[in-house]
C-alpha cells in the first residue's frame, strides 16, 4: 500500500486536479492531504470528500514542518510500504506509476525516489536536483540572493533589475535545464515529487529536517542521505508534471512582492545551512 501526502496552501483547484489525478491510478493508495491554515468551511467539506484524510492546521508550518505531520499520520495509520510527498500542483498520469515504484525499489532498494518533472512551460523543475554540497557553494550563493534582495525591495531599483533581464534575453539564449535520460544512483532530488520507502522512514523521526520554512529541503535531504549512507535514485522511467509556483503566483499576484518574499526565505535557509554545515550537525 502507499500513502500520498499532499501539502495544501490556497490553491484548491491544483490540490483537486492533483488527487483526481492519484485516483485514476492503479493500486492501493491512501490520500492525506494537510492544509496549512488557508481553508475555509465549504473547501474543506469540498476536499474530506475526496481524500481519506485532511488534516487542518492551525496556522502555516511551512513545507517541511506540514508535511511531516502529514508523514507521521500516514506512517502510523497505514504503515505504507512507500510514501509519496507531493505537491498540490503537481499531476501524474502514469496509470502504472505506482507499479514502477515498485518495480524500482527490487532493482535498487532504494531510501528516497525522485521521478523526471515535466514543466508546463518546459523547464524549471529538473532531477537529478543540483545541491549546494559545500561551505564555500551556500556563502557564495547567499551572496547573489542578498545583492537581489536589494534589487527587490527597491521599486526603481527592481525596475532596472527587469528592464536590464529583458534586454540580456535579446542577446543571451536562455539556458534550458532539461532532466536525465538515465538512472542515477546518489543524487539528490527536486522536493516538488519525493518518494519514500519504509526503508528511509523508519531510520528517522522526521521525514524532512525541520530546521527552514520555505525553500532549500532539497539540500538538507541530500545532506542527510549523505551523513547517513541512504539510497537516492533518480528514474526517468517515472514521470510527473509540475506547475511551478502556482500557490506563491496565487498569493503574491505582484512579481516584485513575490520575489521580494522567496528571496527572504531562500536567505533564511542559506543561512541555516551555512551554519549546520560549519557546525558539522546531523540532521
Given at each position: 500500500m502507499v500513502a500520498f501526502v499532499i501539502l495544501h496552501y490556497k490553491n484548491l483547484a491544483d490540490t483537486l486536479e492533483c488527487i483526481s489525478s492519484i485516483e485514476k491510478l492503479l493500486g492501493s493508495k491512501k490520500i492525506i492531504v494537510v492544509d496549512n491554515c488557508s481553508l475555509n468551511l465549504s473547501e474543506k467539506k469540498q476536499l474530506q470528500s475526496c481524500c481519506d484524510k485532511l488534516i487542518c492546521l492551525k496556522q502555516n508550518r511551512g513545507f517541511a514542518e506540514a508535511n511531516n505531520i502529514g508523514c507521521k499520520f500516514a506512517i502510523k495509520n497505514y504503515n505504507p510500504d512507500f510514501l509519496i510527498v507531493i505537491n498540490n500542483d503537481t499531476i501524474i498520469n502514469q496509470k502504472d506509476f505506482l507499479k514502477i515504484i515498485q518495480l524500482k525499489y527490487h532493482q535498487y532498494h532504494f531510501d528516497v525516489l525522485g521521478p523526471r518533472i515535466i514543466c508546463e512551460e518546459g523547464s524549471g523543475s529538473v532531477n537529478p536536483y543540483l545541491p549546494l554540497k559545500t561551505i564555500?557553494?551556500?556563502?557564495?550563493?547567499?551572496?547573489?540572493?542578498?545583492?537581489?534582495?536589494?534589487?527587490?525591495?527597491?521599486?526603481?531599483?527592481?525596475?532596472?533589475?527587469?528592464?536590464?533581464?529583458?534586454?540580456?534575453?535579446?542577446?543571451?539564449?536562455?539556458?534550458?535545464?532539461?532532466?536525465?535520460?538515465?538512472?542515477?544512483?546518489?543524487?539528490?532530488?527536486?522536493?516538488?515529487?519525493?518518494?519514500?520507502?519504509?526503508?528511509?522512514?523508519?531510520?528517522?523521526?522526521?521525514?524532512?529536517?525541520?530546521?527552514?520554512?520555505?525553500?532549500?529541503?532539497?539540500?538538507?535531504?541530500?545532506?542527510?542521505?549523505?551523513?547517513?549512507?541512504?539510497?537516492?535514485?533518480?528514474?526517468?522511467?517515472?514521470?510527473?508534471?509540475?506547475?511551478?509556483?502556482?500557490?506563491?503566483?496565487?498569493?503574491?499576484?505582484?512579481?516584485?512582492?513575490?520575489?521580494?518574499?522567496?528571496?527572504?526565505?531562500?536567505?533564511?535557509?542559506?543561512?541555516?545551512?551555512?551554519?549546520?554545515?560549519?557546525?558539522?550537525?546531523?540532521?
Open positions: 564555500e557553494e551556500v556563502e557564495k550563493e547567499l551572496k547573489v540572493q542578498k545583492q537581489l534582495l536589494l534589487f527587490y525591495r527597491h521599486a526603481v531599483l527592481y525596475f532596472g533589475l527587469v528592464l536590464y533581464m529583458k534586454l540580456k534575453h535579446l542577446f543571451v539564449k536562455k539556458p534550458v535545464f532539461k532532466n536525465g535520460d538515465q538512472e542515477t544512483l546518489g543524487v539528490a532530488l527536486h522536493g516538488c515529487a519525493l518518494i519514500f520507502s519504509k526503508q528511509y522512514y523508519t531510520k528517522f523521526k522526521n521525514v524532512f529536517c525541520e530546521k527552514t520554512f520555505l525553500y532549500h529541503e532539497e539540500s538538507f535531504l541530500y545532506l542527510r542521505i549523505q551523513q547517513q549512507n541512504c539510497v537516492s535514485l533518480y528514474s526517468p522511467y517515472l514521470e510527473i508534471i509540475h506547475k511551478e509556483g502556482a500557490s506563491l503566483n496565487l498569493v503574491y499576484s505582484n512579481q516584485r512582492r513575490r520575489m521580494l518574499f522567496r528571496t527572504q526565505e531562500i536567505i533564511k535557509s542559506l543561512q541555516i545551512l551555512e551554519d549546520v554545515m560549519k557546525k558539522g550537525e546531523y540532521v
